[in-house]
Nanobody
Framework: QVTLVESGGGLVQTGGSLRLSCAAS????????MGWFRQAPGKEREFVTA????????YYIDSVKGRFTISRDNAKNTASLQMNSLKPEDTAVYYC????????????????????WGQGTQVTVSS
């Protein structure tokens, strides 16, 4: 059983940056593929980016490519999401999720594959 806790959200102006962190406890993060999702008010949870157990490959939705970077530090049991050039449409609650997998090079975009979730952290981008 792994518990995930996100941090790093906040209020930022358009064009600003934030770095979200996802700290894991109760399990070894290197056994899990990781992903970040977001949910804006009145909308469904949306996949943003994912990373395999080994750190390669990574996958991003088109709207964040070149602006967001997912990373992980298995030694520290953490995953991160660096968000640059933020836009008002990035405003949402951001969640990290974990998928227990035996495949070191696999990532997952289907939220139904994610069994473990953090509580979410609010990101608000003002125009």
């Amino acid at each position: 059983q792994v518990t995930l806790v996100e941090s790093g959200g906040g209020l930022v102006q358009t064009g600003g940056s934030l770095r979200l962190s996802c700290a894991a406890s109760g399990g070894t993060l290197s056994n899990y593929a990781m992903g970040w999702f977001r949910q804006a008010p009145g909308k469904e949870r949306e996949f943003v980016t994912a990373i395999s157990r080994s750190g390669v490959p990574k996958y991003y939705i088109d709207s964040v490519k070149g602006r967001f970077t997912i990373s992980r530090d298995n030694a520290k049991n953490t995953a991160s999401l660096q968000m640059n050039s933020l836009k008002p449409e990035d405003t949402a609650v951001y969640y990290c999720g974990a998928v227990l997998t035996t495949m070191p090079g696999s990532f997952y975009i289907d939220p139904l594959r994610y069994y473990y979730w953090g509580q979410g952290t609010q990101v608000t981008v003002s125009s």
